[in-house]
């Protein structure tokens, strides 16, 4: 079955680099993905890494995926006081012949304090 | 493009009553989909749909949640009767299937049952 889980929180200070971590159970993920949500928004697609990669560096971000062990992770460097949000991390499994469908994570309150 | 658009964005409405929620997904994408989110269960899929057809309805909740999706451009998620229970953040997302770039997430309709 699919699950996909995360930490709830995580508490950094400004500058500092945010590693937020992942557990995802299907192993026919072909992509996995990072979003963010600020208050009252919708959800931000960050990146997102295909299966077959085992990093991915977009700026301050970097995602790593162990496929072995079915973990990812988001590192965001040099945190800022813009990056408090809640991160969700999703795996998107195929389905054959419909939609490809994404399961989400409960997500990760990032806190950035001064 | 000017992305998913969903409306209305606030709805407050009374128990009993009928509560209809639009979306328009991104021109070209070929699989929408409808989640909910609540502090409690974080966010659930409800319902999605390829091609305008749709093909898993099992996160609906109960009978009393329909969604349609009548031509490409346009889907529908109708409570009758509502109650206090279905307060939460509605999210239509949609999707190009194939693509690896995930859901484009429209920024919500929160939704109040007093």
């Known amino acids: 079955g699919e699950d996909v889980e995360q930490s709830l929180f995580l508490s950094v200070r400004e500058g500092d680099s945010s590693v937020i971590n992942c557990t995802y159970t299907?192993?026919?993920?072909?992509?996995l993905y990072w979003y963010k949500q600020e208050p009252g928004a919708g959800l931000q697609l960050l990146t997102y890494?295909?299966?077959?990669?085992d990093m991915k560096q977009d700026q301050r971000l970097t995602v790593l995926l162990n496929k072995k062990d079915k973990h990812l992770s988001l590192r965001i460097a040099d945190t800022q006081t813009g990056d408090s949000a809640i991160y969700f991390c999703?795996?998107?499994?195929?389905?054959?012949?419909?939609?490809?469908?994404?399961?989400f994570g409960t997500g990760t309150r990032l806190q950035v304090t001064l | 493009d000017a992305g998913v658009i969903q409306s209305p964005r606030h709805e407050v409405t009374e128990m009993g009553q009928e509560v209809t929620l639009r979306c328009k997904p991104i021109?070209?994408?070929?699989?929408l989909f409808w989640y909910r989110q609540t502090m409690m269960r974080g966010l659930e899929l409800l319902i999605y749909?390829?091609?305008?057809?749709?093909?898993?309805d099992s996160g609906m909740p109960e009978d009393r949640f329909s969604a349609k999706m009548p031509n490409a451009s346009f889907s529908t998620l109708k409570i009758q009767p509502s109650e206090p229970r279905d307060s939460a953040v509605y999210f239509c997302?949609?999707?190009?299937?194939?693509?690896?770039?995930?859901?484009?997430f429209g920024s919500g309709t929160r939704l109040t049952v007093v």
């Open positions: 997302a949609s999707s190009l299937r194939g693509a690896g770039g995930g859901y484009t």
């Open positions: 299907d192993s026919s993920s072909t992509y």
């Open positions: 890494i295909f299966s077959n990669m």
């Open positions: 999703a795996e998107m499994a195929p389905l054959t012949g419909t939609a490809s469908k994404l399961t």
């Open positions: 021109s070209g994408h070929n699989s």
């Open positions: 749909f390829n091609n305008n057809v749709p093909i898993d």
